[in-house]
């Protein structure tokens, strides 16, 4: 049974950071492309980040870009989002994602093209 449980999430002010983890098992994680999606109320689901199994790519939402960095280690099944110089707007639900990646170096954007998800942990950021 594969599960994806995230963790890291909490309120900051404006300027920030906090590092979310998602945790992976039932899986052969090192198969897997792993993506951040977050969601805020009233809006879709959109990609923060994501990165290819062999985590040789990734791919950034261009207003992330220079913020967010995403990583994974394979040896412990576990992908990160670290996310600095955090604002307001960036409040919402954050969930982790994975995928069967069949080359080492895709990345994968959009929701539809995950198998499975986490349940997701909250960043709220006030001003």
């Known amino acids: 049974q594969v599960q994806l449980v995230e963790s890291g999430g909490g309120s900051v002010q404006a300027g920030g950071s906090l590092r979310l983890s998602c945790a992976a098992s039932?899986?052969?994680?090192?198969?897997?492309?792993m993506g951040w999606f977050r969601q805020a109320p009233g809006k879709e689901r959109e990609c923060v980040a994501a990165?290819?199994?062999?985590?040789?790519?990734?791919y950034y939402a261009d207003y992330m870009k220079g913020r967010f960095t995403i990583s994974r280690d394979n040896a412990r099944n576990t992908v990160y989002l670290q996310m600095n110089s955090l604002k307001p707007e960036d409040t919402a639900g954050y969930y982790c994602?994975?995928?069967?990646?069949?080359?080492?170096?895709?990345?994968?954007?959009?929701?539809?093209?995950?198998?499975?998800w986490g349940q997701g942990t909250q960043v709220t950021v006030s001003s």
């Open positions: 990165i290819s199994r062999s985590g040789i790519n990734s």
């Open positions: 994602a994975a995928v069967r990646g069949y080359s080492g170096s895709n990345t994968y954007t959009g929701a539809k093209d995950y198998d499975y």
């Open positions: 039932g899986v052969t994680f090192s198969r897997y492309a």
